[in-house]
């Protein structure tokens, strides 16, 4: 059966055109390893924070509005902190995940 406008040749041309290369995929376990570790990071710092009391008096003298800023905040300083080499939870897990792609 011939179907127009496929061969077999452009099939397997479109097959491995649209393959992401092993250089972006291992781009996006990079990004998804540090992401990860940003996440891990404003934990953290969220919890760092209720231990240390921030959230009952605060800064400015707590309310909901520091709340959020303060979680912002956190979230910001994590993804950061995080892009700019972290704690090293991302290389660590990049590594041991580059291994194991098929």
Known sequence: MQIEG??????????TSSAPSAAQDETKLREACQQLESVFLNQMLAQMRKCAGGEEGGLMGGGQGEQMFSGMLDQERAKAWSENGGVGLASILFEQMKGQQL
């Open 6 to 15: 496929f061969t077999p040749g452009s099939l397997a041309q479109a097959a």
